[in-house]
């Protein structure tokens, strides 16, 4: 008796765990990407300068990407691509006009959203910044050479790892005379 007991128990919980594998796996493949955090922030020297967000002309400037979960757990994959509004076209800021981003965003938006690099937000582009580790993108913009306010954003792609692709929200630094 004991026995046919035990080997009853033994078949249930086996067919059990049967199912739940079968249920995870099933959802795995049929999950949607949610959505995470994307925030843009922008550092000279070492030092974030918000929440003024302005520069002296001829500051160099950085842009730091971080991507999280809905957790909040820093992105493990995935891909970031900086962008900032022009009011021309081009290849490089030798031949656009940078402008804040509602010339890009507005309702008469004239501008467009100009790629500068994309790196992997685990690459290890934010070292110098403290941010070694996963979900953080950096790339040294450079310095404007004349007072101005420049529009910047970046499009993040989640490359499989279960976070949204999405663009951020678009923030404007400006470059002041001394």
């Given amino acids: 008796m004991f026995h046919r007991t035990l080997a009853l128990i033994v078949r249930t919980l086996a067919l059990i765990i049967v199912l739940v594998g079968t249920s ?3 959802v795995a ?13 922008f550092f000279s020297n070492g030092k974030d300068i918000a929440p003024y967000l302005t520069l002296l002309v001829g500051e160099e400037l950085v842009l730091q990407a971080h991507v999280t ?17 022009s009011l021309r076209g081009g290849r490089s800021l030798t031949q656009t006009d940078p402008a804040p981003s509602a010339a890009c965003d507005g309702v008469d938006a004239t501008g467009t959203w100009i790629s500068v690099v994309t790196f992997k937000v685990d690459a290890g582009t934010c070292l110098g910044l403290g941010h070694g580790g996963s979900g953080y993108a950096c790339v040294d913009f450079g310095a404007i050479r004349s007072p101005r306010k420049v529009g910047f954003r970046f499009r993040y792609t989640g490359q499989g790892s279960g976070i949204a692709d999405f663009t951020s ?3 404007d630094v400006s470059w002041v005379a001394p």
């Fill in 24 to 26: 995870v796996s099933t």
């Fill in 69 to 85: 979960d809905a957790a909040l757990v820093d992105a493990q994959r995935g891909a970031v691509t900086f962008q900032y509004c």
């Fill in 169 to 171: 929200a678009a923030k």
């Fill in 29 to 41: 493949q049929g999950a949607q990407a949610i959505l995470g955090t994307y925030e843009i922030s």
